[in-house]
Protein backbone atom coordinates (compact mmCIF):
# COMPACT_ATOMS: atom_id res chain seq x y z
CA UNK A 1 0.00 0.00 0.00
CA UNK A 2 1.38 3.70 -0.82
CA UNK A 3 0.77 6.39 1.42
CA UNK A 4 0.13 9.85 0.69
CA UNK A 5 -0.54 12.99 2.24
CA UNK A 6 -3.36 13.88 3.00
CA UNK A 7 -2.91 18.06 3.26
CA UNK A 8 -2.95 21.61 1.68
CA UNK A 9 -0.61 22.76 3.91
CA UNK A 10 2.90 23.53 2.89
CA UNK A 11 4.71 22.77 5.95
CA UNK A 12 3.18 19.50 6.93
CA UNK A 13 4.12 18.50 2.96
CA UNK A 14 7.21 19.89 2.61
CA UNK A 15 7.99 17.85 5.90
CA UNK A 16 6.19 14.86 5.22
CA UNK A 17 7.60 14.74 2.03
CA UNK A 18 11.19 14.80 3.21
CA UNK A 19 10.53 12.38 5.77
CA UNK A 20 8.51 9.72 4.92
CA UNK A 21 8.31 7.41 1.77
CA UNK A 22 4.54 9.25 -0.11
CA UNK A 23 3.57 8.45 -3.43
CA UNK A 24 1.52 12.07 -3.75
CA UNK A 25 -0.91 14.49 -1.76
CA UNK A 26 -4.17 14.91 -1.76
CA UNK A 27 -6.19 17.69 -1.02
CA UNK A 28 -10.02 18.68 -0.91
CA UNK A 29 -11.53 22.28 -0.67
CA UNK A 30 -11.94 22.09 3.33
CA UNK A 31 -8.37 21.64 3.29
CA UNK A 32 -7.53 24.59 0.63
CA UNK A 33 -10.03 26.68 1.89
CA UNK A 34 -7.92 26.40 5.71
CA UNK A 35 -5.01 27.64 4.19
CA UNK A 36 -6.21 31.07 3.09
CA UNK A 37 -3.95 31.34 0.18
CA UNK A 38 -3.80 31.80 -3.53
CA UNK A 39 -5.19 28.23 -5.49
CA UNK A 40 -2.96 28.70 -8.07
CA UNK A 41 0.32 29.64 -6.21
CA UNK A 42 -0.48 27.08 -3.31
CA UNK A 43 -0.76 24.11 -6.24
CA UNK A 44 2.39 25.65 -7.83
CA UNK A 45 4.24 25.43 -4.52
CA UNK A 46 2.71 22.61 -4.15
CA UNK A 47 4.29 20.60 -6.99
CA UNK A 48 7.65 22.42 -6.62
CA UNK A 49 7.89 20.12 -3.13
CA UNK A 50 6.73 16.86 -4.73
CA UNK A 51 8.27 17.50 -7.62
CA UNK A 52 6.60 16.31 -11.22
CA UNK A 53 7.08 12.38 -10.54
CA UNK A 54 4.22 11.95 -7.34
CA UNK A 55 0.97 12.02 -7.59
CA UNK A 56 -1.23 15.29 -6.81
CA UNK A 57 -4.88 15.08 -6.68
CA UNK A 58 -7.09 18.54 -6.18
CA UNK A 59 -10.56 18.79 -6.16
CA UNK A 60 -13.26 20.56 -8.54
CA UNK A 61 -16.01 22.49 -7.32
CA UNK A 62 -18.06 22.78 -9.98
CA UNK A 63 -21.68 21.08 -9.89
CA UNK A 64 -22.26 20.10 -13.81
CA UNK A 65 -20.36 18.14 -15.91
CA UNK A 66 -19.10 20.68 -18.13
CA UNK A 67 -17.97 22.82 -15.41
CA UNK A 68 -16.33 19.63 -13.75
CA UNK A 69 -14.54 18.78 -17.16
CA UNK A 70 -13.07 23.01 -17.45
CA UNK A 71 -11.92 22.80 -14.36
CA UNK A 72 -9.98 19.75 -14.67
CA UNK A 73 -7.90 20.88 -17.24
CA UNK A 74 -7.09 24.10 -15.70
CA UNK A 75 -5.99 22.36 -12.70
CA UNK A 76 -4.14 19.33 -14.87
CA UNK A 77 -2.25 22.68 -16.48
CA UNK A 78 -1.58 24.45 -13.41
CA UNK A 79 -0.48 21.36 -11.74
CA UNK A 80 1.16 19.55 -14.73
CA UNK A 81 3.68 15.97 -13.48
CA UNK A 82 1.44 13.15 -12.10
CA UNK A 83 -2.06 14.32 -12.26
CA UNK A 84 -5.21 13.13 -10.93
CA UNK A 85 -8.78 15.51 -10.33
CA UNK A 86 -10.86 14.86 -7.53
CA UNK A 87 -14.47 14.90 -8.40
CA UNK A 88 -16.96 13.51 -6.44
CA UNK A 89 -19.27 10.93 -7.36
CA UNK A 90 -22.62 11.34 -8.78
CA UNK A 91 -24.60 11.83 -11.89
CA UNK A 92 -22.72 14.70 -13.17
CA UNK A 93 -19.35 13.50 -11.54
CA UNK A 94 -19.91 10.05 -13.96
CA UNK A 95 -20.16 12.36 -17.51
CA UNK A 96 -17.41 14.24 -16.47
CA UNK A 97 -15.30 11.54 -15.61
CA UNK A 98 -15.93 9.48 -18.75
CA UNK A 99 -15.28 12.73 -20.38
CA UNK A 100 -11.92 13.20 -19.04
CA UNK A 101 -11.25 9.85 -19.74
CA UNK A 102 -10.99 9.71 -23.02
CA UNK A 103 -9.26 13.38 -22.81
CA UNK A 104 -6.31 11.94 -20.82
CA UNK A 105 -7.05 13.30 -17.47
CA UNK A 106 -6.43 11.38 -14.83
CA UNK A 107 -9.55 11.00 -12.37
CA UNK A 108 -10.15 9.93 -8.60
CA UNK A 109 -13.48 10.15 -7.92
CA UNK A 110 -14.05 10.92 -4.15
CA UNK A 111 -16.70 11.14 -1.40
CA UNK A 112 -17.28 7.21 -2.28
CA UNK A 113 -19.48 5.62 0.78
CA UNK A 114 -19.92 2.43 -0.83
CA UNK A 115 -19.10 -0.28 -2.94
CA UNK A 116 -21.57 0.18 -6.01
CA UNK A 117 -20.55 3.96 -6.18
CA UNK A 118 -16.98 2.71 -6.33
CA UNK A 119 -17.75 0.17 -9.09
CA UNK A 120 -20.00 2.73 -11.49
CA UNK A 121 -16.46 5.20 -10.67
CA UNK A 122 -14.29 2.60 -12.10
CA UNK A 123 -16.76 1.70 -15.04
CA UNK A 124 -16.62 5.31 -15.99
CA UNK A 125 -13.21 5.15 -16.12
CA UNK A 126 -11.90 6.62 -12.67
CA UNK A 127 -7.82 5.60 -12.18
CA UNK A 128 -8.91 5.65 -7.78
CA UNK A 129 -11.57 5.95 -6.09
CA UNK A 130 -11.48 7.54 -2.39
CA UNK A 131 -13.98 5.63 0.40
CA UNK A 132 -14.47 7.53 3.57
CA UNK A 133 -13.21 5.08 6.05
CA UNK A 134 -13.80 7.06 9.48
CA UNK A 135 -16.83 9.13 8.19
CA UNK A 136 -18.42 5.27 7.63
CA UNK A 137 -17.47 4.29 10.97
CA UNK A 138 -19.00 7.51 12.67
CA UNK A 139 -21.90 6.83 11.50
CA UNK A 140 -22.03 2.84 13.09
CA UNK A 141 -20.80 1.91 9.47
CA UNK A 142 -17.84 -0.15 8.68
CA UNK A 143 -14.84 1.81 6.43
CA UNK A 144 -12.96 -1.35 6.46
CA UNK A 145 -15.14 -4.07 5.47
CA UNK A 146 -16.58 -1.02 2.43
CA UNK A 147 -12.56 -0.72 1.51
CA UNK A 148 -12.34 -4.48 1.62
CA UNK A 149 -15.58 -5.31 -0.85
CA UNK A 150 -14.49 -2.33 -2.86
CA UNK A 151 -11.51 -4.15 -3.27
CA UNK A 152 -13.09 -7.49 -3.97
CA UNK A 153 -14.91 -6.21 -6.50
CA UNK A 154 -12.39 -4.90 -8.45
CA UNK A 155 -10.60 -7.92 -8.48
CA UNK A 156 -13.66 -10.28 -9.59
CA UNK A 157 -14.46 -7.80 -12.93
CA UNK A 158 -10.47 -7.44 -13.33
CA UNK A 159 -10.79 -3.24 -12.99
CA UNK A 160 -7.63 -1.37 -13.31
CA UNK A 161 -9.49 1.38 -11.08
CA UNK A 162 -7.05 1.45 -7.87
CA UNK A 163 -8.54 2.27 -4.04
CA UNK A 164 -7.56 5.07 -2.74
CA UNK A 165 -8.65 4.95 1.20
CA UNK A 166 -8.94 7.98 2.37
CA UNK A 167 -10.64 9.48 6.18
CA UNK A 168 -8.68 8.02 9.07
CA UNK A 169 -8.62 9.11 12.64
CA UNK A 170 -6.36 6.37 13.70
CA UNK A 171 -3.50 3.80 13.14
CA UNK A 172 -5.77 0.67 13.15
CA UNK A 173 -7.91 1.69 10.29
CA UNK A 174 -5.09 2.31 8.47
CA UNK A 175 -3.54 -1.15 9.42
CA UNK A 176 -6.88 -2.55 8.18
CA UNK A 177 -6.67 -1.17 5.01
CA UNK A 178 -3.73 -2.22 4.43
CA UNK A 179 -4.36 -5.96 5.07
CA UNK A 180 -8.06 -5.22 3.12
CA UNK A 181 -5.82 -4.49 -0.13
CA UNK A 182 -6.52 -0.85 -0.46
CA UNK A 183 -3.59 0.24 -3.06
CA UNK A 184 -3.28 3.68 -0.90
CA UNK A 185 -4.24 5.42 1.99
CA UNK A 186 -4.25 9.07 2.26
CA UNK A 187 -3.39 10.44 5.55
CA UNK A 188 -2.73 13.65 7.90
CA UNK A 189 1.25 13.90 8.52
CA UNK A 190 -0.04 13.40 12.53
CA UNK A 191 -1.21 10.12 11.42
CA UNK A 192 1.99 9.25 9.52
CA UNK A 193 4.23 10.09 12.32
CA UNK A 194 1.73 7.96 14.79
CA UNK A 195 2.02 5.02 12.53
CA UNK A 196 5.90 5.42 12.74
CA UNK A 197 5.99 5.49 15.98
CA UNK A 198 6.09 2.56 19.40
CA UNK A 199 6.47 3.63 22.93
CA UNK A 200 8.81 0.25 23.17
CA UNK A 201 10.98 1.61 19.99
CA UNK A 202 11.59 4.69 22.14
CA UNK A 203 12.03 2.53 24.98
CA UNK A 204 14.68 -0.16 23.11
CA UNK A 205 16.88 2.99 21.52
CA UNK A 206 17.33 4.42 25.19
CA UNK A 207 18.41 0.96 25.88
CA UNK A 208 21.44 1.22 23.31
CA UNK A 209 21.98 4.28 24.20
CA UNK A 210 22.16 4.16 27.85
CA UNK A 211 24.62 0.54 26.85
CA UNK A 212 26.53 2.77 24.69
CA UNK A 213 27.45 5.48 26.64
CA UNK A 214 28.34 3.41 29.25
CA UNK A 215 31.23 1.99 27.14
CA UNK A 216 32.17 5.03 24.84
CA UNK A 217 31.14 7.82 26.43
CA UNK A 218 30.38 10.52 24.56
CA UNK A 219 31.74 9.18 21.05
CA UNK A 220 29.71 8.39 18.52
CA UNK A 221 30.34 5.65 15.67
CA UNK A 222 31.42 8.22 13.65
CA UNK A 223 33.60 9.69 16.16
CA UNK A 224 35.00 6.02 16.63
CA UNK A 225 35.67 5.56 12.58
CA UNK A 226 37.20 8.38 11.76
C1 LIG B 1 -10.16 12.47 0.86
O1 LIG B 1 -10.37 12.57 -0.33
C2 LIG B 1 -10.51 13.51 1.79
O2 LIG B 1 -9.65 14.61 1.49
C3 LIG B 1 -10.27 13.23 3.25
O3 LIG B 1 -9.47 12.09 3.44
C4 LIG B 1 -11.46 13.28 4.12
O4 LIG B 1 -10.98 13.11 5.43
P1 LIG B 1 -11.78 13.62 6.73
O5 LIG B 1 -12.96 12.73 6.89
O6 LIG B 1 -10.78 13.47 7.83
O7 LIG B 1 -12.15 15.04 6.46
Not at 96 to 104: D, E, H, T, Y
Amino acid sequence: MKYLIDSANLEEIRHGNEFYPIAGVTTNPTLVAKEETDLKALISDLRGIIGGKKMLHVQTTAKKAEGIVREAELLSDTAGGDFYVKIPIGEEGLKAASILKKRGIGVTMTAIFTPQQALLAANAGADFVAPYVNRLDNISANGVQTVEEIVRLFDIYMLECQVLAASFKNVRQLHEVALAGAHCATVSGGLLLSAASHPMTDSAVQGFDRDWAAAYGSRSVADLLK
